[in-house]
């Protein structure tokens, strides 16, 4: 579903992503560890299409076609999502207003009618409550004023609305106390653990791993995968540090 070959990225002239490969197969979750800096949140841009960074060899293909070709917004609508470490603030939108105008734009691009705002609404409530979201923050400010905990879960609300073919959840994790972690990896299981799509899981720490569990643990090391396993690796990991293991 998703193949990397030889992917060499650089941002300011500073390569950062030195030659990494990795496939994903439809049905598959896959772990993205390392230690800080060696190019995991990097990896997320140049797949989401962020700018700022160049690719300056190898390919990636995405459902048979040349993701690196495609816009940011051509991405998306192929089914593409990217959920960050940090989710951005947009005063004067409303959440509603924001999803709704993701998910119509997306149904534009395959040819399909807009959502009327009552199907909309209906949609939004039903994943705000399987994500444990107060339903008065769908009518919030996207992600002002919003916990770390909230921030995440919304973005897990925006993904079930999206129904991508693949994400890639950077740091996803971070900063969730027991509940929201539990949530948001039920959230990931439930939208996205399905024969047809694939997940791209970065993350510091096995804990989450605990609730999505991986098909497949890579270990990235300063810009190229230089282990990979099963799941029993994040524990590995996590037990004896990058150090030990990549020696
Ligand atoms: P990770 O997510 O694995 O912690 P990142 O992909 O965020 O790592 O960063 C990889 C490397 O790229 C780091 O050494 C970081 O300092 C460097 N880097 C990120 N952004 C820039 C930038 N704008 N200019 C120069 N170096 C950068
Ligand atoms: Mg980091
Ligand atoms: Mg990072």
Same mark, same amino acid.
């Given at each position: 579903m998703l193949k990397i070959e030889n992917l060499h990225a650089a941002i300011d002239g500073k390569?950062?992503?030195?030659?990494l490969n990795l496939e994903v197969a439809a049905g598959q979750v896959h772990a993205i560890m390392g230690p800080n800096g060696a190019g995991k949140s990097t990896l997320g841009y140049v797949l989401g299409g962020r700018?700022?960074?160049?690719?300056t060899d190898g390919s990636v293909t995405f459902a048979g076609e040349a993701?690196?070709? !495609?816009e940011a917004h051509e991405r998306a609508a192929a089914g593409l999502f990217l959920g960050f470490q940090y989710p951005v603030e947009i005063p004067g939108i409303s959440n509603v207003q924001f999803l709704r105008e993701a998910l119509n734009a997306q149904r534009a691009s395959r040819g399909e009618g807009p959502l009327s705002g009552a199907e909309f609404l209906k949609l939004a409530r039903a994943q705000a409550d399987a994500l444990g979201m107060d339903q008065e923050m769908l009518k919030r400010p996207v992600n002002v004023g919003f916990s770390g905990g909230e921030k995440k879960r919304n973005e897990m609300v925006q993904m079930g609305i999206l129904d991508p073919k693949f994400a890639i959840l950077d740091e996803t994790d971070s900063g969730l106390d027991i509940d929201a972690l539990k949530a948001v990896g039920e959230g990931i299981n439930r939208i !996205?653990?399905?024969?047809d799509k694939g997940v791209l899981l970065i993350t510091h720490y096995q804990r989450l791993l605990d609730y999505v569990e991986p098909d497949v643990v890579h270990v990235l090391v300063d810009g190229r995968i230089v282990r990979s396993g099963g799941p029993e690796l994040a524990v590995e990991l996590e037990r004896e540090g990058y150090a030990e293991v990549t020696a």
């Open positions: 390569e950062i992503l030195k030659g700018p700022e960074y160049e690719v993701l690196l070709d !495609m !996205m653990r399905k024969p």
